[in-house]
């Protein structure tokens, strides 16, 4: 069995979740300078020309569905590990590290400056200074949305139709229809049909809101 797992190249390691050395291998490094460049001709696109921008990204990804946006600038690390659903939209740079699959429904929303690592690093120094990585997959159900300035860490996944709160870590699985916020990410609540009533009712006046805040306190 050893002597199997020494001929595996490092992105047959690096797919079997294993450590792989993801900074100094050859084919690792060229994989990424292809995406690098690919993601560089994306972002200098003209946010006018919607019809370029859509084409340059479904070069980069691995499988795309209808519609996708993203707003410049957006990055990742290999491409062809990340599968995007049906009218996916990301706001401004997004940052996707795709050492391991990151699979995404259809509907999602992220908002600016988020990042997807399915990429993390070994404790000890020796050997993260080896250039060593490991890389697991992380898989986003559809119509969730995800805040600004939210890290999603490798290996979670999120739940259909749940939203997470701007500024969260997220390194733990989040059920589906649900609110979840902070860091780490936690659930603070399921949504329900009383979240439809909320936007459909007339919204008080600012002076009100301001008082009902102001009375919450007391």
Known sequence: MQKDLN???EREKCELGMLYDANYSEETVKLRLKCQ????????????DLKKQEEQIRK????????PVITAPFHCDNGFNIELGDYFYANYNL??????????????????????????????????????????????????????????????????????????????DIPPYTVAVGNPCKVLRKITDNDILKYTQTRPHTDEIRRNNANSWK
Request: include cysteine.
């Open 95 to 172: 940052i996707i590290l795709d050492g391991a699959k990151v699979t995404v429904g259809d509907h999602v929303f992220i908002a600016p400056n988020c990042c997807i690592s399915t990429a993390g690093h070994p404790l000890d120094a020796k050997r993260r200074n080896q250039g060593l990585e490991y890389a697991f997959p992380v898989t986003i159900g559809s119509n969730v949305w995800i805040g600004a300035n939210v890290c999603i860490l490798p290996g979670v996944t999120i739940g259909e139709g749940a939203v997470i709160g701007a500024g969260s870590v997220v390194n733990k």
């Open 37 to 48: 460049e690919l993601c560089y001709d994306f972002n200098q696109i003209r946010p006018s």
């Open 7 to 9: 001929k595996l190249t």
């Open 60 to 67: 980069i990804v691995g499988k795309c569905g209808k519609s």
